[in-house]
């Protein structure tokens, strides 16, 4: 009997997988055989050592764990924290302050907005609302360029993005980059767009145009473009405002990796890159055993221009709040470059993979983690 | 025929079991809704069974209990549906796994940029060992106080590659059977066979001068 098939015997032996026949003639042979009854009893001991203990969670865990729970579930829906609420708070408290005394200012025969108000008058108060309206709020149509809440979160989760949902679960070290300070309304030109060049299986790039204000310009939310099994969903952390012309490819872009694995690696002579990309489509961790097929989808990328060090890939991890989605799989062929992914999260929300190609010259990372199979 | 389950659903008598679980199912709910005391009360249930599995992927107890508090915190509020306790605690053992497999990642960032720049895969064998080895090599002092049995083992534990570690300790200590294991995991049930060949295999070349 081969060595291999001997250690398969001891294995299923131990782990109880043999049946009564097969069982029986490893037994006779056990007792012949002395490096193979070494070899089970060193297992038996493992087992016994990693069986053995009986380490208790004190009261002190509960009581912490509880309140990190609590913690977590006193902040605000759609990702607000408290300090930004509080400042919208004040800011609000404000503008209810000084409003009379600006409405005031400009009709200042009015005592206090107590006495009747001459038709004249009426038409100047309207007048003056609609200034400060301007100067201090955003149109509807403007909003949306300033304050990507709530909108942009509804936007998301009707587009199906989970995450602002689920922000409150989303670590502290995975948390966005505050929000930068929005621009002046001044600088505003509603009809500018941002084209996002993601990678696809076909040779040309599939762009994916996002109207300003949408998320972009906000400087928060994430791009989801289903191309051909290959999503894209970069983080965008600090996006500009800026034309079409000037972001032809991912140069606003920075995918999140948190915590992941990277692996440095030279695409200079890979004429392609060979996505494999493993994915549950299912959301959830398919307690219900009907999702639980798992779909492998290879992706090839047609990359001549990614030949060359002046690009890089990168292999975008999970959005913060989500471990899913890392590369379990880097691997060079003589021609392409392989990367397999596997959900490998918590799975609260929804999954995706991608990569992105920004062109700044930096050396190429990728997420990776190597198989054993 | 109707099965004994089918008997009692049709006369309206529910197993101790449904009752149960329509129970967990509602804390489940509350838990959703931000209610504290049925996340702590679901939280001691599963805590302990999660705690002995933390405790031997990351060997301190800090750590451990710092792992089971994170799970419990992210994922018991995320689950949306509930299918049975045995469901729920395979659930957690999987979120537990991933932040387990991610924070190792991070830790391990710099080893396996060498190790992807260095070696191919093929060389994985004896490599897994060294490149997800966590401490250097011990000093002699160390090498004495390891030689308690239980921390003996616990060493090689560690020197195991990470997937291998996890399928070994979810079989050994949590004695799931392959198929749970592969649930788990989300491989298939011929690469959990594989994975604890391997690091039985590794184990043995690992211990076998030392126990």
């Known amino acids: 009997m081969s060595d291999e098939r001997l250690q398969r015997l001891l294995n299923d032996y ?180 941002l084209v996002v060049t993601a990678p696809s299986t076909r040779s040309q790039p599939v762009e994916t145009e996002l109207e300003e204000g949408q998320s972009l310009a906000s400087g928060r939310g994430s791009v989801a473009k289903q191309a051909d099994n290959l999503q894209l969903n970069a983080k965008v952390e600090d996006a500009k405002r800026v034309s079409a012309d000037e972001v032809d490819k991912l140069e606003a872009y920075r995918g999140v990796l948190p915590a992941a694995v990277e692996l440095q690696a030279d695409l200079a002579g890979a004429g392609e890159v060979l996505v494999l990309d493993a994915r549950d489509p299912a959301l959830g961790l398919s307690l219900g055993g009907k999702e639980k097929k798992q ?53 609260v929300g929804s999954v995706s993979c991608g990569i992105e190609i920004p062109g700044d010259g930096a050396p190429i990372h990728f997420q990776g983690w190597p198989l054993d199979e | 025929m109707a099965g004994a389950g089918e008997l009692r659903r049709r006369s309206g008598v529910r197993s101790e079991e449904e009752r149960t679980d329509d129970s967990t199912a509602r ?12 996340f702590e009360q679901v939280a001691r249930e599963q805590a302990p069974r999660l705690f002995r599995l933390a405790l031997k992927l990351c060997g301190r107890r800090e750590d451990a209990e710092d792992l089971v508090q994170e799970t419990l915190v992210r994922a018991l509020p995320a ?19 991933n932040i387990w497999k991610n924070r190792l990642r991070s830790r ?19 490599d897994s060992l060294e490149a997800t080895a966590i401490d250097p090599v011990p000093s002699a002092e160390q090498r004495i106080e390891a030689e308690q049995r239980g921390a003996v083992v616990r060493d090689a534990i560690e020197r195991l590659e990470p997937n291998r570690r996890l ?45």
């Open chain 1, 14 to 193: 131990l782990d109880d997988r043999l049946e009564a026949a097969e069982r029986k003639r490893f037994e006779e042979r056990l007792a012949t055989d002395e490096t193979l009854a070494r070899q089970l009893a060193l297992a038996m001991r493992v087992r016994a050592e990693l069986r053995d203990g009986d380490e208790q969670l004190s009261e002190v865990f509960y009581t912490r764990t509880v309140a990190h729970f609590s913690a977590a579930k006193r902040r605000l829906p759609f990702g607000l924290s408290w300090s930004t609420a509080g400042l919208a708070l004040a800011t609000a408290a404000a503008v209810a302050i000084f409003l009379p005394a600006v409405l005031q200012k400009e009709l200042p025969g009015m005592p206090g907005g107590a006495a009747p108000i001459e038709p004249r008058q009426r038409e100047r108060a309207k007048d003056a609302t609609d200034t400060t309206r301007k100067s201090d709020e955003p149109a509807d149509e403007d909003r949306r360029l300033t304050d990507p809440r709530p909108d942009d979160d509804l936007g998301r989760e009707a587009a199906g993005d989970e995450g602002s949902r689920l922000e409150h679960l989303v670590p502290h070290e995975l948390r966005e980059a505050p929000t930068p300070p929005p621009p002046a309304l001044e600088e505003a030109e509603p009809e500018r767009r």
């Open chain 2, 79 to 97: 689950l949306r549906r509930f299918e049975g306790r045995a469901r729920l605690s395979t659930y957690l053992i999987r979120a537990l796994t």
């Open chain 2, 27 to 38: 804390l489940l709910e509350r838990i959703r809704q931000g209610d504290a005391d049925a």
């Open chain 2, 167 to 211: 399928a070994l300790l979810l079989r050994e200590v949590n004695e799931m059977s392959y198929e749970e294991i592969a649930e788990t995991t989300g491989v298939a049930v011929g690469t959990v066979r594989s994975r604890l060949a391997r690091a039985r295999d590794d184990l043995r070349r690992l211990l076998e001068d030392r126990l």
């Open chain 1, 295 to 347: 779909s492998r989808v290879e992706s090839r990328l047609d990359a001549p221009a990614a030949a060359t060090a002046a690009n890089r890939f990168v292999a975008i991890g999970p959005r913060p709040g989500l471990d899913a989605c890392t590369a379990l799989r880097v691997r060079r062929t003589e021609s392409a470059w392989e990367i397999s992914f596997e959900e490998s999260g918590s799975r």
């Open chain 2, 108 to 126: 391990k960032r710099s080893r396996l940029v060498d190790w992807f720049r260095g070696k191919r895969e093929d060389d994985d064998a004896q």
